[in-house]
Structure formats: C-alpha cells, structure tokens
C-alpha cells in the first residue's frame, strides 16, 4: 500500500511562493510517476505536473515558467516550487503516485487509474 504525505500549503498573497512536498512510501517497484493535480470546489482536477523516475517532466501550460518540479528518488519524495503565484492557483493541491515494474512500460499520464492519492494541501493566493 503506497502512502503520500503532502506538506506545505498556506496562504500567500500573489506574486509570493510556495513550496509543496510529497513523500512516497510503500512503494515496491523501482519506476514511478509522481504527480501534483489540483481541485477548486465544484470544478474538475487538472493536472498541475508529473515527473517520472527517469526525472522526464511535464508542465500545465498554466504553470509553466512558475513552478519547478524537482524529486529524490531516496524515498522519494517531490518537491513544487511555485513561484509567483496568481488568485487563479489558489486550489486544494492533491499528490499522486503510480509506482510500476520496469517492463510494463508504463510511464507517466495525467489519467492514470492507478495512481494513490494523497490527502490534499490547500494553496490560498489572495489578490
């Protein structure tokens, strides 16, 4: 069973930053897709990005130049940077985590079935 611990949310006021942090545990392949989505009340999750164990990385375009992605593959965790952070980011910030052998060639997607999720991080940015 693979446990995602999140830390780092709060609320900052636009053009601050934010560092979020994500904690994988329990995973028993070597390959994985670690991910960052998030949530506003009545609206549909998007993918915020995802960066695989080989460190390949994709971005929202409505993140991108903003926010870094960085892991350590050590447990591994993942880091979200943000950067000038605009009202429109503010969200509930959910971790995902999709852990695969090597031969299944499965990679990283923004729909996967497969992925664990964490419990959430809510990012306030006020104008």
């Known amino acids: 069973q693979v446990n995602l611990v999140e830390s780092g949310g709060g609320s900052v006021e636009a053009g601050g930053s934010l560092r979020l942090s994500c904690a994988a545990s329990?995973?028993?392949?070597?390959?994985?897709?670690m991910a960052w989505f998030r949530q506003v009340a009545g609206k549909e999750r998007e993918g915020v990005v995802w960066?695989?164990?080989?460190?390949?990385?994709r971005y929202a375009d409505s993140v991108k130049g903003r926010f870094t992605i960085s892991k350590d593959n050590a447990e591994p965790t993942v880091y979200l940077q943000m950067n000038s952070l605009e009202p429109e980011d503010t969200a509930m910030y959910y971790c995902a985590a999709d852990f695969f052998p090597r031969s299944s060639r499965k990679g990283c997607r923004w729909e996967n079935r497969d992925y664990y999720w964490g419990q959430g991080t809510q990012v306030t940015v006020s104008s």
């Open positions: 329990g995973g028993t392949y070597p390959e994985y897709c």
């Open positions: 960066i695989d164990s080989y460190g390949g990385i």
